[in-house]
């Protein structure tokens, strides 16, 4: 006998993807805008099998989804181009956001654009407002607080809360 699954948790599901999307694609347009960078949504690694049937190819994912942006900035009109990785995420509630929420393999791929001395951040949305943290500054707050999680009240002193989804600003960077 096949187990039934929960309606409310499908339909939590949906609209959790859903909005998850939405930040994404407001994040889309808004790197289009960028002049002094090129960040670029980046896709689950895939091989297609098989030929098209009415227009449609079969895929088979060969890895994991890696972070959900990826490119570069530039400091200023004269430096040269800074790579950066960018994951978003969205919490609905307003308790204490997670860092849980991203994949150990997503994890491991920020810390080591940050160990480069690259800009590895997560643009969260949570609690009312679209947040930036610097992915050093959220380790460094798991290990001091030997908890995964950041609450409302430690948003703001961990990262920067953001106008829309605008998180490139040259001057805050060093």
Do not use: N
Not at 78 to 103: C, I, Y
Not at 118 to 129: H, K, N, T, Y
Not at 148 to 164: C, H, I, K, Q
């Amino acid at each position: 006998m096949t187990p039934r699954k929960d309606p409310a948790r499908a339909i939590r599901g949906r609209v959790s993807r859903a909005v998850g999307l939405d930040l994404e694609d407001r994040l889309d347009a808004y790197h289009a805008t960028l002049t002094d960078a090129h960040v670029r949504r980046v896709g689950t690694p895939h091989r297609v099998i098989g030929k098209p049937v009415r227009g449609v190819f079969k895929v088979a994912m060969t890895g994991h989804q890696g972070c959900d942006f990826a490119g570069w900035v530039r400091l200023s009109p004269a430096s040269l181009p800074m790579p950066v990785v960018l994951e978003a995420k969205t919490h609905d509630g307003f308790d204490a956001w997670s860092m849980q929420a991203v994949d150990e393999h997503q994890r491991a791929e920020l810390h080591a654009y940050a160990a480069a001395g690259c800009l590895a951040l997560v643009v969260l949305e949570a609690w009312g407002s679209v947040w930036l943290f610097e992915w050093a500054r959220l380790s460094g707050h798991r290990a001091a607080r030997s908890r995964w999680t950041v609450r409302p009240d430690e948003a703001e002193t961990l990262g920067r809360r953001l106008s829309g989804v605008a998180w490139w600003e040259a001057e805050v960077w060093p």
